[in-house]
């Protein structure tokens, strides 16, 4: 599976807060936080479904696969996102997964560091729910 997917009883507010903190932790800040739901409504769109897009970065980690590699670049930086389920109502966090973009570089001496960083971030997403 390409990506990794919880659901929270949190509001998304609460659940971003959240990340916002574990994320801290391991020294990954939000760089940009992209409300998809507000910005199609802007543009004229009759999108309801509450969804945000979260990029974020560890300096020290993007600094140390784009040494290795460039094209890293293109997956850079990380997305999570927290949305609403409109189903079940419920906030559901995820992630593409580091080690499942990482497979398009083709380069074996990054996938260590992609599952590091996936590891990582999915220890940031389970303590926020």
């Not at 199609?40 to 993007?62: H, I, R, T």
């Not at 040494?67 to 995820?94: A, M, S």
């Not at 001496?109 to 997403?125: H, Q, V, W, Y």
Request: charged share 30%; hydrophobic share 35%.
């Amino acid at each position: 599976m390409f990506h990794y997917t919880v659901e929270t009883e949190k509001s998304m507010d609460e659940a971003i807060q959240s990340l916002e903190e574990s994320l801290k932790e391991e020294q990954f800040g939000i760089l940009w936080q992209f409300d998809i739901k507000e910005t199609l409504q802007n543009k004229g769109f009759d999108f309801e479904q509450p969804y945000e897009v979260l990029e974020v970065c560890n300096p020290k980690e993007a600094n140390n696969v784009l040494t290795e590699n460039q094209l890293v670049g293109y997956f850079l930086p990380c997305k999570i996102v927290v949305y609403q389920d409109l189903e079940t109502n419920k906030t559901k966090i995820g992630l593409p997964k580091p080690t499942a973009l990482i497979e398009m570089v083709n380069e074996e001496s990054l996938k260590g560091f992609a599952a590091d960083i996936e590891n990582r971030l999915i220890t940031c997403i389970d303590k926020s729910i």
